[in-house]
């Protein structure tokens, strides 16, 4: 797969949905390339006090994704969707020792293509799967649709990419956009 450019998608008439698609790529390349400008050992040092790490962040976003766009909006299974999180009651994220940029990047081109897959079939109004992460929902309770969840998705990634901005400049990384 062909890494996106990394430059914010034109504004202008067309699909609503492939404008989401976008900016998803657009976001996903930035946290990427905020991540691979750093030295090895400052992508799992923390300099902040929630103690978070840029490639935990990363890994993050890529369970993040999943959990709304497959797990959530498809009700596909998948393994270990709060994968991010597991086994660290004392941070909110982590990676499994042994995972590495190269592998987080794996995950991110895998649900980036799923959920370009899904945006690209489905209706945005449709509401989503009330199987996989929604599946304990009592009837009466609303899902969110697809619109909803490219947005929610979209601000998880503009305000972790914000994020990584001061991690970078933080550990002597390149500045600004």
Not at 18 to 43: G, P
Not at 74 to 93: F, Q, T
Request: hydrophobic share 40%; aromatic share 8%.
């Amino acid at each position: 797969m062909t890494e996106p450019t990394r430059a914010e998608p034109a504004p202008g008439p067309g699909d609503e949905a492939a404008h989401h698609a976008a900016y998803l790529d657009f976001y996903r390349a930035t946290c990427l390339e905020k991540c691979r400008s750093l030295v090895a050992n400052e992508l799992t040092r923390t300099r902040l006090p929630s103690a978070w790490t840029p490639l935990e962040l990363l890994h993050h976003l890529a369970h993040m994704e999943r959990r709304w766009f497959t797990w959530g909006f498809a009700g596909e299974p998948v393994a270990d969707p709060w994968g991010d999180s597991a086994g660290r009651d004392d941070l909110p994220w982590s990676v499994p020792d042994g995972l590495g940029l190269p592998r987080v990047e794996a995950m991110l081109h895998e649900q980036a293509a799923r959920t370009r897959a899904i945006l690209a079939s489905r209706d945005l109004g449709e509401p989503a799967s009330r199987a996989g992460r929604f599946a304990d929902l009592d009837p009466d309770q609303h899902v969110p649709g697809l619109r909803w969840i490219c947005f929610h998705v979209l601000q998880e990634y503009a305000r972790h990419a914000g994020h990584l901005d001061v991690a970078v400049e933080l550990a002597g990384g390149p500045v600004g956009e």
